[in-house]
Every structure is written in structure tokens, then in C-alpha cells.
């Protein structure tokens, strides 16, 4: 099956022989050492001198651990939303008690920085901004530099951003833009299985985490650091996705960031390009189009279930479908991580194929 | 290296080989189908019809995923500890507003079904008993069907159990017991690599669940059982953990539970016999002693960290030293999981060697 879904996403060879390694013990020299390397590996993919932790969870396990260090009951907070991961993420601020200003865009629209200033204007005690940065559900790249530059210059909010299917793929200049948590993922741009999320906490956060009076245990920021600065973690680390993310970042950097980066633009664009000639319409605004994923409308009369199912199940290839009100209306395809061209070709020509098979437009002509 | 700590433990050829599969959509029939078979896989390890999940974490997420389910703040919990791994889930409980009476047995002891009776005739609003099934900090194997019955027959306490070090090497009869939260992971009997917790949730648990007031969001349970039911889980699952544990599953059913439950017995029994007879004391009371660690005080003079050093960095054999206050003090021998006859008597002649190395009795005479 070629996977096109926007993660988790193939591994590169060299990652699934590490996969391979045998089980060490997560109190000894060699995981101290392992540990200390990817930090290293991270830091410039993140372009951070800030700490990096990996804990063993999925990415939103890593949103909850951003939230729940920073974040005291009542505290304001808010929450930039234009898809399901957005929403997710002010979903979690809410349910550990943060009084939640929901400011949302429609799906495909990219978050307004104005009107994130009329919000912190308003509400001059909020805590901490939350952003998505590629907004998976409806494949747009949000102007985090830009939305971080005008929340720091109105407010003292911290600014938290989910860049679990970006970060990698794309440019995140965590201290340049002056990002106080970035949390993402080991299973999309970074070519590793689920299993482990990632976060970088800057100096500002760490101090927002002396008066955060959410209850935490597992998450706890500061048991990971204590037990990181000795090479060790405070509970059994995730080894498999530890091994995994050594391979990939060796891969990554041999690579280089910026052939990274340019090679997921050129995808992307591939992949917009010729959807658009198959009579797709691009879900998001086209210049904020995510580079790792594209949302996609079927021409009219196809129905999206059923072509993913035709692509996925008699032609090999499987792409994404919509998630929450999008559910049953639109296509995506995952562009990111171990992906080259030969690979996105080939999944546009699937696409092209299952067009013009009569099964879709006769499941379309009976409904769905 | 023979790892021969406590976990995580060796990977079966088999395991290894399924770690190698290529990433699947987690939303699609494959995953699917194999969350089901796993499911029905560990149903009999547990012994247990109650609903299984599977989260991504370690094991000490599990222990939080139990508690703030059924908690709320201010509840009055039991917790029975006798080492670190107890005092680990008295303080996750505390870390969310439970107040928690600690009923604290010396490193080694059991702990007292009479004692726990008394405990909760003084506090009948007691709403849960924190039980460590297999304490793998002290190698003892805490009584729980004598604990369960007591406490079921004294009060309305939930009776949540830490099996992580237990389940799939001695006999765990969830359903039989009366044991409400269960919660294991697959890095240790189940012979897969660290990265997921699992839990068996008792209707009682449930209906506690209705009323829990503690926060949560990753851990909630009825998120994963939704999920569950449509086979598929809430948030990215870690699907390596899920390769492993498929194929574990199938050699622990091809095995049998009994000849594996058969097999632990014996290698504890081989490891306690012949290490008493090179001067180590067991640190456990011997009818205590849990069949999947052996944690032992060196005979005099020996120093237990060069002694652990010299093993592993000059003869290839990882033992685990001791924990909190028994840090610097003790040798523990895991012998659980994919663990045979020949590698305990390997690692026991290994032991035996290094004893007789003069680095060893150096080392100690210079102290530590």
C-alpha cells in the first residue's frame, strides 16, 4: 500500500532496519547516549537552542503537556481554530479548566493576525495564544511568524503551537519567531513511527510553569528535565520510536533542511497543480496552502468516499478523507516526510485513473 | 548484550520481525481489524471480559490513565505501598487532588490483607485501594486475590491494580479477583517494546467514571472506547507497539499460558536457589517472591553498582541495581518475557564469575 494519507507516513529503509535494534536498557550509558543525540538532531530541525523533551505519546499528548505545565484553572486563553485540530487543541485548554476565547476562521481560511490583536486588545490578561500551525484537517499553513510577531507586540500571552504535521517539512524557527512551545510529532515530517511527541520550551514557558496549578504527574515538565539532564527519562521511554528518530535524522540531516523544505514545496505544488486539471478544488486559500497536505473537493458528481475507497482498496494507493463536517466531503493527500516525486506522481496518476472508472460516478449517481 | 533487567525485556525474532511492517492508516480496515485481534489476545492473559485499551505511553501513564478516571478531588484513596513502584501510584493519585492514606510496608514485605481491612473500616468513604501487583523495585509479588477479597468484602472501594511487572508471567484473573482497573504494558511479559499502556476496565470502573470529576482529555476513557468501537482510536495510535504485540500475542497462545506461567516460576526458583548459594540475600520474604524479579542484597564486601558495571560492561549481561532508597544497594535480576533457561543459567554463571574478579571486592573496599 503506498500511504499518501498525511501521516503516519512511510519509513525510509534505513528507519525500519533500525526498528530492528534490540531493547536497551533505558537506565544504562547507551540510551543516555541515544537520548543526548536526537536532542541534538531536533534542535536545528526546530531551529531551537531551547530544551526538547520526548514523551511517550502521541502528538496530542503532546498538546496536553504544553497545556497542562503552562496553565492554571481559569486562566484565559486563546484559541485560534479553522479546522479539527484546532479545535482539538482549544478543546484540551477546556477540559483542564482555562476560560476558552475561541476565535475561528472557516475552513480553508487562514488565521487573520488582526484579528488576533482586536482579541488580545480585548482580553489583555490572556495567558497563552493557541495555534495550529498546518492545520491537517483542511490543509492550511497558518502565518505563525507573522501571528507570533503581532501577539508579541500586544500582549504577554504565551504562544503555543501545535506543529505536529509540519515541523520538519517546512521552515519553524522556534527562537526566531519567538515560540514559547512547539509540540510535534515522530510519525509525519520526521519519517518515524507514532509513539512519541515532541516539545520545545523556551525560557518563558518554564517560567509560566512556576505558577501553573494544573494538576500533572505523567506530563510533568520538570521530572522529564531532571531525568533528561542525567541521560535518563522519568518513565519508560518509547525505545522503538527512539531508534526510529536516530535513523531519521541522520537521513534528514544528510539531506539538508533546505533540500527538505524545497523538495515538500515542489510536492505540494505538484500535487495542486494537477488535481486542479482533474477538476479538484483546492479546499484552502491557495497562498496558504499547507506544504505537507492538500485538502481537496472531488470534481462534481464524484463522490470522495468512494474514491478513496476505489484508490485504496483496487489501486493501491491510500489517501485521507475529511475529518469532522468535512466527513465524506473531501480527499486529501499526505505529501510529507519520506516522499519524493516518483511517489506523488504516481498517486496523481491513481487519482486520474479512478476518475474515469464508471464505479464513482455510479456510487456518486446513487447518493451517498 | 542480555538485557536482564526487569524491562524492558528481549524481543522475540518474531516480535522483531513485525517492527519491520510498513506504516498503516489508523483510521482504515487493517488497523482495525488488528486492534481487534490484540484485544482478543490479551482478553485471556487478563483473564477478563471487561473492555481493553490501549493508549500510547508508558506504563506510569496507564497508572494515570486509571486514576483520573475514576477520581475526583478530595476522594479518599488506599494506597498500599511497599517500594518505589507503589509510592509512584500514591503520588499520581495525590498529584490530582486525592487525599491519599498510605499504608507503607518495609521494602521486601508483603503486603497485609489485616492491616488493609482495618485501613478501610477507618475510612468506609475510601473510594479506591492502590495495589502494585508484581513491586518491581523489591521483587515481591504482592498477595492480590486475598487483597481483592478483603477489600471487596469490607467496602465499596475500587480496587485498581498496577499488573505492569506481572500479567503474562503468573496468573492475573481479572474477572475472578474482582479487580476493577487493571493496568499493564508491553514492555515486560509481553515480550514487545515499551510505548503502550493497557487497561481492562470493570463495569464498576465505569460506573465510577460517570462521576469522576478529576480533569482529563488523552486519558478519557470513553474517548478511547468510542473510538474503540468503530475500530479506531481517538489519537494516532502507536502502531509499532501494536506490530509487536500481535505477534507476541500469537507465541504467548502458542505457548500456552500455563507452560509460561510454569516457566516464570521456574526461573525465579533457579535464580533465587543458585544466587543464595553464591552469599546474595534475597531481599524479598521467599513465599513473597515475585516469579518475574529477583532483587538481591551482594554478599558482604561486594559492591552491588561495580558488581552491575563489571557484568554488563565487561561480560555482556545487564543486571538492574536498586531504586530510590535501595539506589547503590542491590542487583535485580529480570527474568521475564522471552526469557529461557539457558539465558538465566548464562547470566548466573556471569554473576558467578564477576564475583570472583578481584575489581569487584577492590571496588567495595574502597567504598562507594
Request: proline fraction near 8%; aromatic fraction near 6%.
Amino acid at each position: 500500500m503506498n500511504l499518501r494519507i498525511p501521516g503516519p507516513t512511510p519509513l525510509p529503509p534505513q528507519v525500519t532496519a533500525a526498528l530492528q535494534r534490540p531493547m536497551i536498557n533505558h537506565r544504562g550509558p547507551t540510551f543516555a547516549e541515544l537520548q543526548k543525540k536526537i536532542v541534538a538532531g531536533l534542535q536545528p530541525v526546530l531551529e531551537t537552542k531551547n530544551d526538547i523533551l520526548i514523551l511517550p505519546s502521541s502528538g496530542t499528548g503532546g498538546l496536553e503537556a504544553a497545556l497542562v505545565n503552562v496553565l492554571s484553572p481559569g486562566d484565559r486563553v486563546l484559541a485560534c481554530t479553522a479546522g479539527s485540530f484546532g479545535e482539538r487543541f482549544a478543546k484540551i485548554a477546556a477540559a483542564f479548566g482555562a476560560q476558552v476565547d475561541k476565535l475561528t476562521f472557516p475552513d480553508g481560511v487562514a488565521i487573520e493576525p488582526e484579528r488576533v490583536v482586536e482579541k488580545l486588545r480585548a482580553a489583555p490578561e490572556t495567558r497563552a495564544v493557541l495555534i495550529t500551525h498546518s492545520e491537517t484537517s483542511t490543509g492550511v499553513l497558518h502565518p505563525v511568524p507573522e501571528l507570533a510577531r503581532v501577539i508579541h507586540a500586544n500582549s504577554n500571552a504565551l504562544v503555543l503551537v501545535d506543529a505536529v504535521s509540519s515541523a520538519g517539512a517546512t521552515r519553524f524557527a522556534t527562537d526566531e519567531w519567538g515560540i514559547d512551545v512547539v509540540i510535534t510529532g515522530s510519525q509525519k515530517a520526521l519519517m518515524s513511527p507514532p509513539g512519541a511527541a515532541i516539545l520545545a520550551i523556551s525560557e518563558r514557558a518554564w517560567h509560566a510553569y512556576e505558577t501553573a496549578r494544573v494538576p500533572r504527574f505523567y506530563w510533568d515538565w520538570k521530572e522529564w528535565k531532571k531525568w533528561a539532564v542525567k541521560g535518563e527519562t522519568p518513565f519508560t521511554p518509547a525505545l522503538p520510536i527512539y531508534f526510529a528518530l536516530d535513523a531519521a535524522l541522520d537521513l534528514i540531516h544528510a539531506e539538508g533542511l533546505p533540500a527538505i523544505f524545497a523538495r515538500h514545496e515542489r510536492l505540494a505544488e505538484l500535487s495542486r497543480t494537477r488535481t486542479q486539471q482533474l477538476g479538484f478544488k483546492l479546499l484552502p486559500e491557495p497562498r496558504y496552502a499547507s506544504p505537507t497536505v492538500t485538502a481537496l473537493y472531488p470534481p462534481t458528481g464524484v463522490d470522495a468516499r468512494e474514491l478513496i475507497r476505489r484508490t485504496r482498496d483496487d489501486m493501491g494507493v491510500e489517501f485521507a478523507g475529511g475529518q469532522g463536517d468535512l466527513t465524506g466531503k473531501i480527499i486529501r493527500i499526505g505529501h510529507l516526510g519520506y516522499v519524493h516525486d516518483a511517489d506523488i506522481q504516481h498517486a496523481l496518476n491513481v487519482l486520474e485513473q479512478a476518475l474515469v472508472a464508471p464505479v464513482v460516478l455510479q456510487s456518486a449517481a446513487l447518493g451517498d
